[in-house]
């Protein structure tokens, strides 16, 4: 959960700075572009009524993680052993 400020009213003809705290729910598979609208957060337009706030996702490079599509890879040094044992136990899992 992600929180953010900042929106604006016009009250009696001046802009007035106010905070509010808005919620965000990032989902696991959001993408760079993708937008979350919130309707009548945003700055207001010329006659006054409030306009929308659109939050833009931007994702990042990760220093261990590579994103492909949905999925996420790393590469990992495993010993021969641990090999052996790891696959082991995840086929035990697997069934």
Do not use: C
Not at 32 to 54: M, N, R, T, W, Y
Not at 55 to 72: A, M
């Amino acid at each position: 959960m992600t929180e953010g400020t900042l929106t604006w009213f016009q009250n009696v003809n001046r802009l007035v700075n106010e905070e509010r705290i808005l919620e965000v729910e990032v989902e696991p598979g959001m993408v760079d572009g993708q937008e979350q609208k919130f309707v009548a957060e945003g700055e207001p337009h010329l006659d006054g009524e409030p306009g929308d706030l659109i939050l833009r996702i931007k994702t990042l490079p990760h220093s261990k993680y590579e994103r492909r599509g949905d999925d996420l890879y790393t590469n990992i040094t495993l010993s021969l052993q641990v090999k052996s044992t790891q696959v082991v136990q995840w086929r035990r899992n697997k069934t």
